[in-house]
């Protein structure tokens, strides 16, 4: 399921994307590919890892290869640059940088010179993607190197050495226990369960999770279950009652309640719906009232109306 390890598809071969929204909110999710996230205008309510906190225009977000990361736009507006990227772009053997915090302020890149110099990184970017003339991949590559390699020698590091970092351990295991829950959605996954596969007491698991991932546990099993749910209502022709048991639903009113409080439909209402994203369910109700997808995009990504 790319909603949460998230799997991008690219036009070709060369895994370079970018693109600008409006008023954007996603949920939690992690990928192979490094993302930056440039904030046009206004603001912009992020998680990355353990780290909460406020983008502001003109700062710089990095989002690391395995770095969970989720945003909240419901009470922002804002205009963010999204150039996200295949590690191999920048190094045959990249490893995770280990940055001690993912926002790098407007005020830094000032100092470090290198305000213009995002700008100009997806400015150049978007014209090399766009028009693809000849050698573009060869000029993306030596301008997403000449940046990274940059700003990396200015970014301060966590001390700690990641390899032996009990916490990028905890990362790891949280990716296991994600994929897991995707595979497994339908089987009888408690609470206990899950903390005792991530060596936890319940009270701390429950902290952490909610803590990286935003939503408590059982609000993202339900997300899980109901995007499964979804794509089987619009592509089988089996009944809702079956549905809901082989998405790990015990009865029948509570998948209802369950996936109209996600939804905001029924499920008879929903099978009705000829929006062709609406199977893309991926997201916080409490976002937006109305939600529209983006085109042709991440299914984590949601656009908040006003």
């Not at 700062?59 to 736009?73: E, K, R």
């Not at 719906?273 to 409490?286: E, M, Q, V, W």
Request: with cysteine.
């Amino acid at each position: 399921m790319k909603a949460f390890h998230e799997v991008r598809t690219y036009h070709s071969d060369f895994m370079v994307w970018q693109s600008a929204y409006r008023d954007i909110s996603f949920v939690a999710h992690w990928h192979q590919e490094i993302e930056l996230m440039y904030v046009r205008s206004g603001t912009a309510h992020m998680s990355i890892n353990e780290h909460t906190f406020t983008a502001r225009k003109g700062d710089l977000v990095i989002v690391d290869t395995g770095d969970f990361h989720y945003c909240d736009s419901r009470n922002a507006r804002n205009e963010l640059d999204f150039l996200i990227f295949d590690p191999s772009v920048v190094s045959s053997f990249y490893h995770h940088s280990n940055f001690a915090h993912p926002l790098i302020s407007s005020k830094s890149l000032k100092e470090w010179d290198l305000a213009g110099d995002v700008e100009t990184l997806y400015a150049s970017i978007h014209r090399e993607l766009e028009n693809q003339d000849k050698y573009y991949k060869e000029i993306v590559t030596a301008t997403l190197r000449s940046f990274w390699y940059r700003i990396r020698r200015r970014i301060p590091r966590d001390l700690k050495d990641q390899e032996e970092s009990g916490h990028s351990r905890m990362l790891f295991d949280m990716q296991k226990l994600l994929s897991y829950m995707d595979i497994h959605y339908a089987d009888n996954i408690t609470l206990s369960f899950a903390a005792e596969k991530m060596n936890f007491s319940e009270s701390y698991f429950s902290r952490v999770f909610k803590r990286i991932i935003g939503i408590n546990f059982i609000s993202y099993l339900n997300l899980v279950r109901i995007e499964h749910a979804a794509q089987a209502l619009k592509n089988t022709s089996q009944k809702v009652t079956e549905i809901a048991l082989n998405c790990g639903f015990n009865n029948i009113r509570t998948f209802n309640r369950v996936f109209k409080d996600i939804t905001g439909y029924t499920p008879s209402q929903f099978v009705t719906l000829t929006d062709p994203d609406s199977i893309n369910l991926s997201y916080y109700k409490r976002k937006s009232p109305e939600r529209e997808f983006v085109e042709n995009d991440s299914l984590t990504l949601v656009r908040n109306k006003s």
